[in-house]
Structure formats: C-alpha cells, structure tokens
C-alpha cells in the first residue's frame, strides 16, 4: 500500500469515526459523561441577572436592574427583554447528542471543531439552587443533519465538548445582539409628557402642557388643539427605529446629523429626550437617518414615522377663535367700525344694552362661529393685517367681567367668488372660516334697527 493510498484509508477512517461519535447514542460514545444534563445552562432564566456575548470579534454585555434589562457594554442601551431571553431559553431547550470531557484524547484537536477560537461565546450569570453561579457555553462548528459542537464550562466543573442542535446557532445567525434592542425612540413616553419642541430647518415650535391643556409657546405664543397635540405626542411615542445601521460611527455628518436636520425634544418627569433626524437614507423612500442623543447609534426611521415627526404643526393649532365656553358667556360687546353696541343674557333670551329684544338665532349664530366652527386654515403671521379689520367682538361673563376678545377679518379674496372671513385671537395666528362663513357682526344681524 502506497503512502498515499494509506492517508486516504486513514483520513476516511477519521471521518467515519467522526460520523459515528455524533450520530452514536450517549451510551455508544467513548468518554460520554455520565452526568450528561439534558439542558446546558442550569440557572433559571428568572435568576440570570447578567448576559455576555463574544461574537465577530465584538463583546456585548446585557444587565438587569429594577427597570429592566440593558445593554451595558459597548454603550448603555434599553433592550428588549424577550428578545434578549430567547437566548438563555433556547439554551436551555437545546437537545444535546453526545458530552464527553473536554480533555478527552479521543476527541479532535479544538480548531478541528470550530472552538478554537468559538464562533460565539456565551457567558450567563445569576444564582442556581447552589448558590451564585456562572455558565460558559463556547459554540463550534456545525456539522450534519442541523446539529453543531459546543463547549460548557460552569464554575467548578471540569469543561466538556458536547454535540447539540444548532438551534443557538442559528438564532444568533438570524438576529445579532444589536437587533435585540428597544428601538422605541422616546420608551415611556406618554401624556405624561409636559413639553415637546421640534425643531426643523432652524424653525422650533415649542409645545407646553399646562395641567390637562397644551399650548404652543414658539414661535407665537398660540392655543393649542389639546387633543391634536395628545394626538401628536401618542404618535411620537409610537415612534420605532426600523434598523441599527452603525454603531459607533467616526462621524455623522456623512448622514446629516452633524448638525441634524431636525430635532425631536420631548421632556417628560424633568428628563429630555432627544431625538437627530438626517439626510433621507436614498431613492424614492422617505426613510432618513436617525440617532437619540447620547446613543451611539444610527438607526433608519421608516418613511411613516418620519411623517408623524415632521408633519405640518399647523394642525396642531386651535382652529377656533375662542377656548371660552358658551355657557359662561353673559354679554358680548361688538365693535364695528365707528359703530359699538352689546347684548347681553336675559335668562333665556337675550337683548340688547340699552333696550330691545335680540334675535337669539344670530347670537347663537355668532357664537357658533367664535366657539365652534373650525377654520378651513391657518396662518401664523409676524404683523397683525390690521387693514382687513372689520369688527372687534369681546365676550364677557355675567358680571361683565371679559373673558376674551376676537378680531374678525375680511378679505374679498375667494375661489368661490365670496369674501373670505377670518378670525384672529390677539396671537397673530390667522384661523381663515371655511368658505360661505359669514360672521354676524351688524346690528340688523340681531333683530335690532337704529340707536338704542
């Protein structure tokens, strides 16, 4: 027999003999432990209190505290807890072929089974029935029929090679370390929140809870819509990265975060969170680059998402011309070019100061527009227009006490043709009505003929 015929002879022999140790039953194998576990890791997974990860050459470590679960190496992230715990579960779950001693001499060298160095190493800390304990599981190279070699060491235990399902493998495969974070961009958020300030293109509008209402305090200080800003703030909690793109990244201005094109400030119990928006990620996609101030992440922000962020604020205006209640309404007071006069409550009519009947169908009318009626639009405006002026209407309560004052505008500017009507609340915000709105503002309006 030729040399080179009996290398062959003994590399099949090998390879037969290495077939047969991991198909074998435990009892057939050389060097089988006898304490064989049918789990590899003994802790229970409510006892890990710490998770470590060696894989591609980088380290991850996950603790939990009384808020939960974190990555806390390379950088302090908030994680997913389910994600990260099918980790240890699937650990647990894995079948295991064969266990032999580690320094057993039947076994091939280290590097023949992909251990040396591992694919991963998995390290899991917390307390078992014996006290604190520590598992290692090093994960090798995969073999046939979905199985793979793995090595356990746990603390005062001599390590072992073991044959197991490839299941672990597979999941780290399918979902690295970095896709088990909380990718909730402002976690906790709530109606809990007391300000939001966005900022866009140098623009920064500014939104301010007082007790159950909001208000926008920037650019013009303004009423909000409070259940559109509740709107609003819901959606921005809702707000999710769709992927980790770099970790760590040398600079950020190649995705336009140095400086951001926008910025999302959300303060809630005395904490600021704040969120980078960047350049669009590319094509036709509104998708761009994002980044939470302090994390050094770039994360993608789906088109979506990007809308809810930077959608027009002007829906988030009050679109009416007056938060006053009609009810607490007594008296309203209209001035009308050289013209004033006032009507006031009358248990359940109403009349004009000074004597007559008024026409209750056009106070309810009047009101209905001030209280009610939504404009069509608004418009935010530095220098009040006051050349399109036509009335000024002040509602008082019943002891004449006022409560607010709304200007009304006219603009013979129309599609339609028609005069447009708008109302202005003393914030330089336009709320234009929608078209065929026409505010009562002369006396004829009301029933009433001639100078009291």
């Not at 057939?28 to 229970?44: N, Q």
Request: charged share 25%.
């Amino acid at each position: 027999m030729s040399w080179r015929t009996a290398m062959i002879v003994w590399i099949l022999a090998a390879a037969a003999w290495l077939i047969g140790w991991v198909l074998m039953p435990p009892a057939e194998s050389a060097g089988v432990s006898d304490s064989a576990a049918a789990r590899l890791d003994s802790i229970p997974l409510h006892a890990i209190d710490r998770i470590e990860i060696e894989r591609s050459g980088q380290h991850w470590a996950f603790a939990r505290d009384a808020e939960g679960w974190w990555q806390v190496s390379p950088f302090r992230h908030r994680v997913n807890p389910e994600l990260l715990m099918a980790v240890p579960a699937v650990l647990q779950s894995l079948g295991v072929m064969q266990v032999a001693r580690a320094d057993d001499q039947d076994l091939p060298g280290r590097a023949e089974l992909g251990l040396d160095p591992p694919s991963a190493r998995i390290r899991l800390f917390g307390e078992s029935d014996t006290g604190l304990a520590e598992v290692q599981i090093d994960l090798g190279r995969r073999t046939m029929a979905g199985r793979a070699w793995a090595r356990r060491q746990t603390a005062g235990g001599p390590p072992e090679v073991l044959v197991v399902d490839a299941d672990l493998h597979e999941l780290l495969e399918r979902e690295p370390p970095e896709t088990w974070r909380d990718m909730r961009v402002f976690p906790g958020l709530s109606v809990d929140a007391t300000r939001v300030d966005r900022t866009v293109s140098g623009e920064t509008l500014t939104l301010v809870r007082d007790g159950r209402r909001w208000r926008i305090a920037a650019p013009l200080p303004t009423r909000a819509d409070s259940d559109a800003v509740a709107r609003h703030v819901s959606e921005i909690a809702g707000v999710r990265g769709e992927a980790v793109l770099l970790d760590e990244p040398g600079d950020v201005s190649a995705f336009g975060l140095r400086p951001p094109i926008a910025t999302i400030a959300v303060e809630v119990d005395g904490e600021r969170h704040v969120l980078l928006v960047g350049d669009r990620v590319g094509g036709t996609s509104q998708a761009r680059y994002g980044m939470i101030e302090g994390v050094p992440s770039v994360i993608r922000l789906g088109s979506n998402d990007v809308a809810r962020l930077l959608g027009d604020p002007t829906g988030l205006v009050d679109h009416t011309g007056t938060d006053v209640s009609a009810a607490d309404v007594g008296r309203i007071r209209i001035v009308h070019d050289d013209d004033e006069f006032a009507i006031q409550r009358s248990f359940d009519a109403w009349e004009r100061v000074g004597g007559g009947e008024a026409d209750s169908e056009g106070v309810q009318r009047l009101l209905e527009v001030l209280i009610d009626t939504r404009a069509a639009e608004v418009a935010l405006h530095d220098v009040y227009p006051e050349e399109l002026e036509v009335a000024v209407i002040t509602l008082l309560d019943r002891d004449g006490a006022p409560l607010d004052t709304v200007r009304i505008l006219r603009a013979p500017e129309s599609s339609a043709g028609q005069d447009r009507w708008a109302m202005e609340n003393g914030d330089n915000v336009l709320r234009v009505l929608p078209e065929g709105t026409v505010v009562p503002i002369h006396p004829a309006e009301f029933g009433f003929s001639g100078t009291p």
